[in-house]
């Protein structure tokens, strides 16, 4: 899947990928750390891998998304 960095706290390494259909999917401090990436930006392209359905959705892994 791809979407966009909703937000991000370097603090607590969690935040939120928004899809482009507009759903809000959290992104735990887990994911982000397996990822090696050092900081995620409000607006920054990103692809994921998803766990769960419907609100227990969650993303298990992050990258950037290159074009």
Known sequence: MQGTVK???EETRSGAVILDDGTVIPLPAEAFSRSGLRKLTFGQRVRFEVDGDGDARRVT????ATF
């Open 61 to 64: 892994s992050v990258t950037l």
């Open 7 to 9: 937000q991000f706290s």
